[in-house]
């Protein structure tokens, strides 16, 4: 079955550390998003891709770096420039031309500053 | 821009009860709109989704209707159980959208039994 896949579930991170966190996407969607969900809160975009070795910001970009070498993964790091990353994170990807199937979500990663 | 406001929750109910979540959009031109529902701990899923006006998305006895003359997309449900309690969100799509959906900030549906 395609899906996307989000790992680790839970990931715990020591002051002025870096650490990633991985999405792969099996459905070969052309579009790839990061979004950042603090608790009660809604969702804020951090980062987004609609092609291969091309990706935008989004409104939370700061601290957080991306690359998108291949269609199926795009890796999420959290830099040690990210003052507050305690949050759930969600990956998401979309089939680029189409809007009308909105996104596939993957189940989050849980990100806590120990 | 585009954006999209729901109603502010904690929203309780009991068992049974009728449910509605208000969602209200603003967006050029014909918009796709989106109920997604998030399970404690889980990404999102698709709820329902409608593509034009009148249209009308349903899933799991979840309904809402695409009214473009009030630019809204309400969900409604006739008897809610304990297991729909999650965090539901509207969204919009539209064409020309780099970043595709709009999001609106969730209300927390809580049944209790």
């Known amino acids: 079955d395609g899906g996307i896949t989000q790992s680790p579930k839970y990931l715990f991170r020591k002051e002025g550390q870096n650490v990633t966190l991985s999405c792969e996407q099996n459905?070969?969607?052309?579009?790839m998003y990061w979004y950042r969900q603090d608790p009660g809160q809604g969702l804020r975009l951090i980062y987004y891709s609609q092609i291969v070795n091309d990706f935008q910001k989004g409104d939370i970009a700061e601290g957080y770096s991306v690359s998108r070498e291949k269609k199926e993964s795009f890796p999420l790091t959290v830099t040690s420039a990210q003052k507050n990353p305690t949050a759930f994170y969600l990956c998401?990807?979309?089939?680029?031309?189409?809007?009308?199937?909105?996104?596939?979500f993957g189940s989050g990663t849980r990100l806590t500053v120990v | 821009g585009n954006s999209v406001t729901q109603m502010e929750g904690p929203v309780t109910l009991s068992e049974e009860a009728f449910l509605t979540i208000n969602c209200t959009y603003t967006a050029t031109g014909y918009p796709s709109l989106f109920w997604y529902v998030q399970y404690p701990g889980e990404g999102l899923q698709l709820l329902l989704k409608a593509t034009k006006a009148d249209d009308k998305g349903s899933n799991k006895g979840f309904e809402a209707t695409y009214r473009k003359e009030t630019t809204s997309f309400h969900l409604e449900k006739g008897s809610v159980q304990v297991s729909d309690s999650a965090v539901y969100f509207c969204a919009l799509s539209s064409k020309g959208s780099a970043r595709q959906l709009t999001f609106g900030s969730g209300t927390q549906l809580t049944v209790l039994p």
């Open positions: 998401a990807s979309s089939v680029q031309t189409e809007t009308n199937y909105g996104y596939t």
């Open positions: 459905l070969n969607h052309d579009a």
